[in-house]
Antibody
Framework: QAQLVQSGAEVIKPGASVKVPCKAS????????IGWVRQAPGQGLEWMGW????????NYAQKFQGRVTMTTDTSTSTAYMELRSLRSDDTAVYYC???????????WGQGTLVTVSS | QSALTQPPSASGSPGQSVTISCTGT?????????VSWYQHHPGKAPKLILY???KRPSGVPDRFSGSKSGNTASLTVSGLQAEDEADYYC???????????FGTGTKVTVL
């Protein structure tokens, strides 16, 4: 059974960066992509982008281009999402999910709450 | 890329059916048969309930069904149960630049 485990909550100061890990287990890591989705308080789900785990190619939503970097460490089956120049409206729960195919996220992490506050 | 449009809320009594629409454009919903639906209980991870418009992952009851006509996809939940009360989001492939886009979300209430 595939499982994605994310780190605990973080409080980050405005202007700083956060790097959220997502450790995968129970399947061949490089056979599926990893997508990242966030949900701000009281808001809906928002697609951030995804990474091809077998070659590291990335596709970012236009809104986050220039501020987000998605990477993987295949030796530990871990994906990372780094978001820079954080603002208060970046406060959200950040989810990683296995991208089984186009527009299909079949296994999700439990989410990481990132709070941007001084 | 704008979010797909869903009604903010929908409701039904136990045993009844509820249908949620998801409206996009010919560049996303209307252009591809890559529409997925997710069920999201607050505080939990979203759960995939439909993909490729109308396919159910293993373990998802057949009370959940999907369809698409033109630029609008729909999710129908038949035989509503108390545990179906949740937020539901559609998602569609958009194009090779944008990739995926979510709907605005619909809160389903079981009366």
């Amino acid at each position: 059974q595939a499982q994605l485990v994310q780190s605990g909550a973080e409080v980050i100061k405005p202007g700083a960066s956060v790097k959220v890990p997502c450790k995968a287990s129970g399947y061949t890591f490089t056979s599926y992509g990893i997508g990242w989705v966030r949900q701000a308080p009281g808001q809906g789900l928002e697609w951030m982008g995804w990474i091809h785990t077998y070659n590291g190619n990335t596709n970012y939503a236009q809104k986050f281009q220039g501020r987000v970097t998605m990477t993987t460490d295949t030796s530990t089956s871990t994906a990372y999402m780094e978001l820079r120049s954080l603002r208060s409206d970046d406060t959200a729960v950040y989810y990683c999910a296995r991208r089984e195919q186009v527009a299909t996220l079949d296994y999700w992490g439990q989410g990481t709450l990132v709070t941007v506050s001084s | 890329q704008s979010a797909l449009t869903q009604p903010p809320s929908a409701s039904g009594s136990p045993g009844q059916s509820v249908t949620i629409s998801c409206t996009g454009t010919s560049s996303d919903v209307g252009g591809y048969n890559y529409v997925s639906w997710y069920q999201h209980h607050p505080g939990k991870a979203p759960k995939l309930i439909l993909y490729d418009v109308n396919k159910r992952p293993s373990g998802v009851p057949d009370r959940f069904s999907g369809s698409k006509s033109g630029n609008t996809a729909s999710l129908t939940v038949s035989g509503l149960q108390a545990e179906d009360e949740a937020d539901y989001y559609c998602s569609s492939y958009a194009n090779s630049n944008t990739f995926d886009v979510f709907g605005t979300g619909t809160k389903v209430t079981v009366l």
